[in-house]
């Protein structure tokens, strides 16, 4: 037998890069930006909900879909943002996390050899769903342009359709670009999956870190509802990515499918955890828009810190993240690049290369999240001062 036991498709997927930086982090006391977790509770309602919920005895299986009042909070959170109206009974199941709806998804959607196109860098978890399901990935590349935004070519677009195309996976808000795709980008996509009868699957857990550009779910364009998943979840709009708690909406025949895969994976969720996320999906306009507000101020102090220590800073519309080109410091290669920083500057960061197929393309290109308290955002830029040029080592 062969030495090792596990399957050969998945042998090129290692651990993560975010445990190696975070190791690093952890052993060389570095402010660590690197992986997208905030150092903050989420909205004390919510935590109270949960409390409440293990108290009053929800601790055994819910339903397979999830709780009646979560789907309800989630179709109204949907037509509240969005003006999606959607079936809390067949239309909506609850997930472990986004990543479980992600990849219950697509192996319920793709047969072997089916392609699915996607957008490089990608979320770690896109590429081995795929692998997972048999099928082939057709990334298609974000590039930032002189202006700072990342964009794709559209005849690239083009090419990456073919008979074999499945669905596309599109997320946006994007990590870890911080792109917003705009409704001319939206409107093309759309077009392509309706010429090609393609299905979508949507990954919108940033839906409401946008800072200052609309977000548009894609399932809002026309013609796209009936052919689209779209795919949320808790964690990182009420900061609780322990919870694990996600979910998929989209027309009944999907989500029935995606249960069927489903109820061989997780079953069911955190039953105590599932009316505290409809608590949270119910708070006032204000406490999103408070939420934003926070993360909006963090990013304008890290996006001056870099700029002020000499990165090449790409602005992020949203998400949590913000990207650097690190050749005007000298850098060549953003693996490289993060595991000396820590000695450098004492600060953790991830290289995006590791999110590409093509890494050349991201080889240059390093990763911060801002999703920290303040003073932690301001302890990393005054620490990444040191790299500014003309600031002794050291100092
Ligand atoms: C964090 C993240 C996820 C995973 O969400 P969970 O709910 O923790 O499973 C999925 N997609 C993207 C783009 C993310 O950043």
Redesign the pocket.
């Known amino acids: 037998m062969n030495s090792d036991p596990l399957i050969e498709r998945m042998r090129p997927f290692g651990t993560t890069i975010f445990s190696e930086m975070s190791a690093l982090a952890v052993r060389t006391g570095a402010v660590n930006l690197g992986q997208?977790f905030p150092d903050t509770d989420g909205p004390p309602e919510m935590l109270a909900a949960a409390a409440q919920a293990l108290a009053d005895g929800a601790n055994q299986y819910p339903p397979l879909p999830g709780i009646p009042v979560l789907r309800r909070a989630i179709t109204e959170h949907e037509q509240r943002f969005w003006g999606l109206t959607r079936d809390p009974d067949t239309e909506v199941v609850v997930t472990?996390?986004?990543?479980?709806?992600?990849a219950a998804t697509i192996l319920a959607l793709c047969e072997p050899g089916d392609e699915v196109v996607c957008f490089e860098p990608y979320?770690d978890?896109y590429a081995a769903s795929i692998t997972l399901a048999g099928a082939v990935r057709r990334p298609v590349t974000l590039r930032p342009e002189p202006d700072g935004r990342y964009r794709f070519d559209e005849a690239e677009l083009r090419a990456a359709f073919g008979p074999r195309t499945r669905l596309v996976l599109l997320?946006s808000p994007?990590?870890p670009t911080g792109k917003v795709f705009t409704p001319d980008e939206l409107a093309l996509i759309a077009g392509l999956c309706q010429e090609y009868d393609t299905y979508a699957v949507t990954?919108e857990?940033?839906e409401h870190l946008v800072f200052g550009v609309p977000h548009t779910p894609l399932a809002t364009l026309p013609g796209m509802r009936e052919r689209t998943l779209r795919?949320s979840?808790?964690?990182?709009t009420f900061s609780c990515?322990g919870w694990?708690?996600?979910w998929a909406t989209g027309p009944a025949r999907l989500v029935s499918a995606v249960l069927r895969v489903k109820q061989f994976l997780t079953f069911v969720n955190a039953s105590p955890l599932q009316p505290a996320v409809a608590v949270a999906l119910g708070l006032p306009d204000s406490y999103f828009s408070g939420f934003t507000a926070g993360l909006r101020a963090n990013r304008d102090r890290l996006v001056a810190g870099l700029t002020e220590a000499g990165f090449g800073v790409l602005p992020p519309e949203g998400?949590y993240f913000v990207t650097a080109d690190i050749r005007p410091l000298g850098g060549t290669d953003g693996v490289e690049f993060c595991r000396e920083l820590p000695g450098r500057c004492g600060v953790v960061a991830v290289p995006t290369q590791v999110f590409y197929d093509h890494r050349e393309a991201g080889r240059h290109l390093i990763r911060f999240a801002f999703c920290k308290r303040p003073e932690v955002v301001d302890e990393a830029v005054e620490r990444l001062r040191k790299l500014a040029p003309g600031v002794p080592r050291g100092q």
Request: charged residues 15%; glycine residues 16%.
């Open positions: 997208g472990a996390g986004a990543t479980e709806a992600i979320y978890s997320n994007h990590n990954d857990v940033y795919i979840s808790a964690g990182k990515t694990k708690v996600g998400t």
